[in-house]
């Protein structure tokens, strides 16, 4: 049996940065992936379907994101070279608490082990998903012909994305959300207006629509894109926490599970469905592990929606704001009143940011429009610092910038 003082169960963005940092403090690491190094983000999901989105055509993506990836992937590798890390390339199971066994069984004992194993495709328990026309966003990614007729069941991020792409394609594009309005955790006025103008430019939006059978769907592909559920496994029973195969595994805010010493970040834990939320619950596991304090923020977590316009939000919506009792005040902004976005031809677009009625202390932010993401990833700096309404309106943005767009929400 091999020692080690962290063992780490997948080699996605939360794994992979867990080993890192965890050796770079010092600890000896031995992390397990049965697959790529790279996780669903980086082979199946954020990185192709953002090559994707800046793609010309449906067959420069596809060369493209077959480079990219190979790419990213030997980066991931060559951060897993380090000299306290052992990457061991196999499907690993819990023999105990501490120990793991490979299919050769090779066993590791460690006293911290580190679970990032992500999470898979939720299917729709249709009775002909058999169909082979349905495919998840894995399938969407492989396929080497542009279909004729795409239809996609879920207005979720997933769903959005493959659409505002699959229609610049040339596509003939449908959604289908069980929902009133797509985009849920996005405010609903945003997330209308990005319909609307999804609408304008083909897609076609069939809101509060149930699917029952396939059978009817008249597409040449048919994605499935109603979100995804934690990959938990049955030997996870023999390490003795808690876990739930829908929710995912039970932890706390330092992401131990309920026996001491195990750790669930990523998916698996089903908090935060981000890479980034991963790779930061890895590195708040390994801090709790060394007995190190951190000032990491998770009540304010950024989001973003790469569809043309992207979008993006952090903290709650007005829905949200309104539900909970909190008293707040809107202030809205507009990308056709920008400078930077009438040059670049971008002028749709809208920013709301919410404020407290009281103190006026920012609480969230929520757009859509051209290089949005970047916009909220500011805001997002400016919560974590507990910044004042006040505070934001006397910072200087560059002119001419899309960042304007924030600074005029704050004017007087």
Sequence with gaps: MTQADLIVIGAGPG?????????KQGLKVTIFEASEVGGTCLNRGCIPTKTYVHAASFAEARERMAQIVSQLRSGVESILAHPNITLVRSRVEFADAHT???????SV????????????????????????????????????TLPKRLTIIGAGVIGMEFASVFNRFGSEVTVIEYLKECLPALDADCAKRLRKLLEKRGITFKMKTAVQSLADIDADLILMATGRKPCVQPDFAKAGFEY?????????DNFETTVKGIYAIGDVNGRQML??????????????????????????????????????????????LKAAGIPYACHKSFWRSNGKAMAMNETEGMLKLFVGAGDGRLLGCHAYGAHAADIIQEVSVLICRETTLGQLR?????????SEVLSAACSL
């Design 109 to 144: 004992a460690a006293p911290s082990i580190i679970i990032a194993t992500g999470s898979e495709t939720k299917w729709l328990p249709l009775p002909d998903i058999s169909d082979p026309r349905v495919v998840d966003s894995t399938g969407m990614l492989a396929a080497d």
């Design 244 to 252: 739930n195969e829908r929710t995912g595994i039970t932890v706390d």
């Design 394 to 402: 006397d910072m200087v943005h560059i002119h001419p910038t899309l």
């Design 100 to 106: 793991v066994s490979t299919v050769g069984c090779d």
């Design 15 to 23: 794994g992979y940065r867990a080993a890192e940092y965890a050796a």
């Design 275 to 320: 890479a980034h939320a991963a790779e930061m619950q890895a590195v708040r596991a390994v801090n709790h592990i060394l007995g190190k304090p951190d000032g990491i923020r998770f009540d304010v977590m950024p989001a973003a929606i790469f569809t043309e316009p992207e979008a993006a939000c952090v903290g709650p919506s007005e829905d949200q």
